[in-house]
């Protein structure tokens, strides 16, 4: 059996009611692998067979792990960095941050939408998520004043942000683009200087951080990874990371290379 390698001091414990989704995956048997995965994975990792799916923000699905919370066979983060102390993970997709919003709530012009005081616009919280930090870090990339603008945005779990905005309690919110796919929503692109989707721009991106946790996370582009935890979750992982045509057709970018596995 594979042993999980935990960081001498856990960190920040998780306060607090975090929002959470299960879903079992595809597959006519029982579920024989239990995972736990970033919220914007939630409805792909639904489709792989033979598992069970818990979905919260990155970060929070970190924490759990490291305070023994809770025992996955199987991780899938969306930022390779939180998988540190944990397990060396397969990178496996990419992705876009964009801005979702409601049809005819919705500015043509993204950054009207941040500046306009008659569109709500969410996002989720930097400290339990990479969508969260990544949002705060592609503001601050922008020509926008991200100090003036990010307080008037209020934080929602990632799993259940974009239903908020459905239900009417939101204008627009920063998302990554698959998850305004999967709902089925309008959204406007940001420029690929803000967006964390080029991986060309690495260097661009990193010119700012976030603290988190007590640690400092640099802009980078937006990558998935997965590890199994245990034997169970191999077969699991596996089918999740080498499943191309799922994740694409989900919204996700699989690049040229991809899964690829640690050294």
């Known amino acids: 059996m594979k042993r999980r390698a935990f960081l001498a001091a856990a960190g920040v414990a998780v306060t607090g009611t975090a929002a959470a989704s299960l879903v079992t995956g595809g ?17 792909v990792a639904g489709e792989v067979p033979d598992g069970s799916v ?18 996955p066979d ?36 993204w950054r009207a939408a941040v ?23 592609a503001l601050r990339l922008s020509d926008l004043d991200a100090d003036e603008h990010l307080p008037d945005m209020p934080l929602f779990p990632e799993t259940s942000m974009l239903r908020t905005l459905e239900s009417g309690g939101l204008d627009a919110a920063f998302c990554y683009r698959n998850m305004a796919e999967d709902h089925d929503l309008p959204y406007r692109d940001l420029p690929p200087e803000i967006d964390f989707s080029d991986p060309e721009r690495a260097d661009e991106y990193a010119e700012v951080s976030i603290e988190v946790n007590g640690e400092a996370i640099r802009g980078a582009p937006i990558t998935y990874g997965a590890a199994a935890l245990t034997d169970a979750g191999e077969p699991w992982t596996e089918s999740l990371v080498t499943g191309r045509d799922r994740l694409e057709a989900a919204g996700f970018t699989v690049p040229s290379g991809f899964p690829e596995r640690p050294r």
């Open 27 to 43: 597959g006519d048997g029982d579920a024989t692998a239990s995972a736990l995965v970033a919220g914007s994975l939630q409805s």
């Open 74 to 109: 199987a991780l899938a983060l969306a930022d390779p960095v939180l998988f540190e102390g944990i397990a060396e993970p397969t990178l496996f997709a990419t992705n876009a941050l964009v801005l979702a919003g409601r049809e005819g709530a919705l500015p043509e012009d």
């Open 115 to 137: 500046r306009r005081d008659d569109v709500k616009v969410g996002r989720t919280d930097p400290q339990q998520d990479p969508l969260g930090y990544r949002t705060v870090l």
């Open 54 to 71: 818990e979905a919260h923000g990155s970060v929070t699905c970190r924490q759990y792990v490291l305070d023994d919370l809770r025992d």
